[in-house]
Nanobody, 125 residues
Framework: QLHLVESGGGLVQPGESLRLSCGVS????????ITWFRQAPGKEREGLLC????????LYSESVKGRFRVSRDEAKNTVYLQMNSLKPEDTAVYYC??????????????????WGQGTQVTVSS
């Protein structure tokens, strides 16, 4: 049974940083890709960054380019989303999702059938 749990969200001021964590259990790293998504009120779920089964990274949202980074620590069964230079428009619920994809990525939500519960990130002064 694949299980994902996000943590690390909170309230920060513009320009500050946060690191989100996605604790993962029940998967084999070399068979799955993990993508970070976010969903703001009234908007569609948006794919941000993916890390593939072999550790490759793919950016799906130009709005986070150069500010957000995805990484993973297999020993800790955790995927991270480092978010720097946060802006009010980054306010959203952030989700990690796992999909069985060997050596490729996706930023398309219907491709994923395993999701965490989400963690709220609010950027406000």
């Amino acid at each position: 049974q694949l299980h994902l749990v996000e943590s690390g969200g909170g309230l920060v001021q513009p320009g500050e940083s946060l690191r989100l964590s996605c604790g993962v259990s029940g998967l084999t790293w070399n068979n799955y890709a993990i993508t970070w998504f976010r969903q703001a009120p009234g908007k569609e779920r948006e794919g941000l960054l993916c890390i593939s089964s072999i550790g490759g990274r793919t950016l799906y949202s130009e709005s986070v380019k150069g500010r957000f980074r995805v990484s993973r620590d297999e020993a800790k069964n955790t995927v991270y989303l480092q978010m720097n230079s946060l802006k009010p428009e980054d306010t959203a619920v952030y989700y990690c999702a796992a999909g069985r994809m060997e050596n490729y990525c996706s930023g398309y939500a219907p491709d994923f059938d395993s999701w965490g519960q989400g963690t709220q990130v609010t950027v406000s002064s």
